[in-house]
């Protein structure tokens, strides 16, 4: 089976830290991989794609970065984080024009 | 006008009650579309796909007007476990990736 794991569940950082979240992929080779990001109450917001293996293709201009090092593993950070960092970031994997399919996402609160 | 656009609700319905959410999108080139459902705090997941000559699965029917630019999801016959907030997605033909939308999505409470 395919399986998405993320960590960490849940993640407390102050202003201005960094932050690095990680997301595999088992089961599957060659996934589009996403980083999106929910905040409070809103819907979800694409912020990167992945369609192979150092290729990342950002949607927001942000203080927030990807990269995939490996073909299952694609990684969101960031230098410095902001209050509006804060939220729920989900990773997800799909092949194409087709369905899409979420781990199950780090909970950031920015202090 | 936005991509993808739901009613935000919320709806509140009695179990055994019958209830539509409808969808609308702005790019007629859309080639995909799909309902997810999302429990608090939680990830969202598949509920079903929609297709033009309609799509049912138990209790659940999606259907999709390529005409008017809409998709719609019945729900027969609730559940208190249908309480949940149901996304509208969208996927846009690749200009160098395809382009997923997610509608803001619609609450769901279904109460005894």
């Known amino acids: 089976s395919q399986t998405i794991h993320q960590w960490p569940a849940t993640l407390v950082q102050p202003v201005g830290s960094p932050l690095s979240l990680e997301c595999t992929v088992e089961?599957?080779?060659?996934?589009?991989l996403y980083w999106y990001r929910q905040a409070a109450g809103r819907g979800l917001q694409l912020l990167f794609y992945s369609v192979g293996i150092g290729q990342i293709s950002s949607e927001v201009p942000q203080n927030l970065s990807a990269s995939r090092p490996q073909d299952r593993q694609f990684i969101l950070s960031s230098k410095k984080l902001l209050l509006s960092d804060s939220g729920f970031y989900l990773c997800?994997?799909?092949?194409?024009?087709?369905?899409?399919?979420f781990g199950p996402g780090t909970r950031l609160t920015v202090t | 006008r936005k991509e993808v656009e739901q009613d935000p609700g919320p709806f509140n319905v009695p179990e055994g009650a019958t209830v539509a959410f409808n969808c609308t999108y702005s790019?007629?080139?859309?080639?995909?579309f799909f309902w997810y459902r999302q429990d608090c705090r939680k990830e969202p997941k598949l509920l079903m796909s929609v297709y033009s000559s309609g799509n049912e699965d138990g209790r659940f029917t999606a259907q999709l007007n390529r005409a008017s630019q809409y998709i719609s999801l019945l729900i027969r016959d609730s559940k208190l476990s249908d309480s949940a907030t149901y996304l509208c997605?969208?996927?846009?033909?690749?200009?160098?990736?395809?382009?997923?939308?997610f509608g803001a999505g619609t609450r769901l409470f279904v109460k005894a």
């Open positions: 089961g599957t080779s060659n996934p589009n």
């Open positions: 997605v969208v996927i846009l033909p690749p200009t160098g990736g395809f382009k997923t939308i």
């Open positions: 790019n007629s080139a859309s080639q995909s």
């Open positions: 997800a994997r799909g092949q194409g024009g087709y369905e899409q399919y």
